[in-house]
């Protein structure tokens, strides 16, 4: 089945630095990488995701890369602010014989991101 | 508001005990899933059901037991749990087939005592 490892575990930065967690995957089937973010007392919530057949997409303060050749993939923060504190999963999806996944997820450890005023 | 909506959000439970976790979705999704959040784990899925048939048992034990009445609505059954079953149950939909977006509800904290 699918492995996702994912890094930092933590990650602290100053306001207004980048953050970047990096993601690898081990099922080159793999087609879709969602990122979330989960804050304190709520469920993860979805904030951006890459199908395989893209490289990079951008959603204002938020990128995520994906390299296939090497199963990675990144998410990428700029202009840090207090408020994207919380916890970040990355995630992986494969597909079953059909060629669909249901959305069957594997996720990483996730990432507790700090970013001080 | 994600449009799922877990109920009760913590529940406390003796390991006799025998309580329910309900999941309800307003998002007109076909596909919904339990998953489990354990502290320095990352997130376990338990259950899949496309369109009310269960697709998918992660080897998951017995005293955890999944209902689908229809495709908004999702309960996991809990019957003799025992402590490490404490954890935070998330409940998930997707619209299926080839729609992988998966939306979260908030959770149910669950300590088995």
């Known amino acids: 089945g699918e492995n996702v490892e994912q890094h930092p575990s933590t990650l602290s930065v100053q306001e207004g630095d980048s953050a970047v967690i990096k993601c690898t995957y081990s099922?080159?089937?793999?087609?879709?990488f969602p990122w979330y973010k989960q804050e304190l007392g709520k469920g993860p919530q979805l904030i951006i995701d890459i199908r395989s057949n893209v490289g990079e997409k951008k959603d204002q303060r938020i990128a995520v890369t994906l390299n296939k050749t090497a199963k990675h993939f990144s998410l990428h923060i700029t202009e840090t602010q207090p408020e994207d504190s919380a916890v970040y999963f990355c995630?992986?999806?494969?597909?079953?014989?059909?060629?669909?996944?249901?959305?069957?997820?594997?996720f990483g450890q996730g990432t507790i991101l700090t970013v001080h005023p | 508001e994600t449009g799922v909506t877990q109920t009760p959000r913590h529940l406390v439970m003796g390991m006799t005990n025998k309580k329910s976790l309900k999941c309800e979705q307003h998002?007109?999704?076909?596909?919904m899933y339990w998953y489990k959040q354990s502290a320095k784990k990352p997130l376990e899925l338990m259950f899949v059901y496309n369109f009310k048939e269960q697709t998918e048992n992660n080897s998951v034990p017995s005293r955890f037991s999944p209902e689908c009445p229809n495709s908004s609505h999702l309960f996991l059954h809990l019957h003799t749990l025992q402590p490490e079953d404490s954890a935070l149950y998330l409940c998930?939909?997707?619209?299926?087939?080839?729609?992988?977006?998966?939306?979260f509800g908030q959770g149910t904290r669950l300590t088995v005592v």
């Open positions: 998002l007109g999704h076909n596909a």
């Open positions: 995630a992986a999806s494969g597909v079953n014989a059909g060629g669909t996944s249901y959305g069957k997820l594997t």
């Open positions: 099922d080159s089937a793999s087609n879709y």
């Open positions: 998930a939909s997707s619209q299926g087939r080839t729609y992988l977006e998966a939306f």
